[in-house]
């Protein structure tokens, strides 16, 4: 099954959003992948509810929210409200992850865990069972344009297997650094979700670029 596409916003060109967006959708993407910072947990700040609620009726693709704050309980009902299809909560930013999640699918929203580089597969099993998507990390969150992190490979490889071994069905999504090289390692870990920002938007042709990433998952 060819994997889904989910551009990432944070390296697109804000003064012509809509455009950048559509241009993903017309190329095969599925998801749009919408990165909010909070300056606390990552050093960085970027967008909010508010452009996931302006966002939403300008298209029809699966809005991947990427939630990157302290205190995710806090926005998990604005963000259903705004449109969100899915929310990703870091297992690094609550001690109460089971709950954040349990917040997320009581609000009618697909739920996501998140694993930072730094964070073992074991840190999340108690919840595997309880999403309907994971997101690996392979940089570090919190900028666009990073290299890719080779040791997170392994992190996929045990997430499917672990899929598989307990007849689970989640997805497996990683961000960081995704181009046309590490697009096919990570799938053939077993990812099936990819989030590409800078490959994507840095340079001349989106479209292109994500016809290209979807082509390499077939
Ligand atoms: C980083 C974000 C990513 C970012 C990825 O913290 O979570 O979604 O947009 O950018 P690239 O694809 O350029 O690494
Ligand atoms: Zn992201």
């Known amino acids: 099954m060819a994997g889904i596409i989910a551009p990432s916003i944070l390296s697109a060109d804000v003064t012509k959003l809509g455009e950048d967006v559509a241009?993903?959708?017309?190329?095969?993407?599925?998801?749009?992948?919408?990165?909010?910072?909070?300056?606390?947990?990552?050093?960085?700040?970027?967008?909010?509810?508010?452009?996931?609620?302006?966002?939403?009726?300008?298209?029809?693709?699966?809005?991947?929210?990427?939630?990157?704050?302290?205190?995710?309980?806090?926005?998990?009902?604005?963000?259903?409200?705004?449109?969100?299809?899915?929310?990703?909560?870091?297992?690094e930013a609550t001690p109460h992850i089971h709950r954040v999640l349990q917040m997320i699918k009581a609000a009618g929203v697909k739920a996501e865990v998140v694993i930072n580089p730094g964070t073992p597969v074991s840190a999340i099993v108690p919840v595997l069972g309880m999403v309907d998507q994971v997101l690996v990390m392979t940089v570090n969150p919190g900028f666009g344009g990073q290299a890719f992190l080779p040791a997170t490979v392994a992190k996929i490889k045990e997430l499917a297997d672990y899929k598989k071994d307990n007849g689970l069905d989640y997805d497996i999504e990683v961000d960081g650094g995704i181009n046309d090289k590490t697009i096919v390692m990570t799938a053939a870990a077993g990812a099936n979700v990819f989030v590409a920002g800078s490959y994507v938007y840095d340079k001349k042709d989106p479209a292109a670029k994500v016809a290209k990433l979807l082509d390499l998952t077939k």
């Open 23 to 91: 241009l993903v959708e017309k190329a095969g993407a599925k998801y749009l992948h919408i990165d909010l910072m909070d300056g606390s947990f990552v050093p960085s700040m970027a967008y909010g509810p508010a452009w996931v609620k302006q966002l939403r009726p300008q298209t029809d693709l699966f809005l991947d929210v990427h939630l990157m704050a302290v205190h995710p309980e806090n926005h998990v009902e604005e963000l259903a409200e705004a449109g969100a299809d899915l929310i990703g909560v870091h297992v």
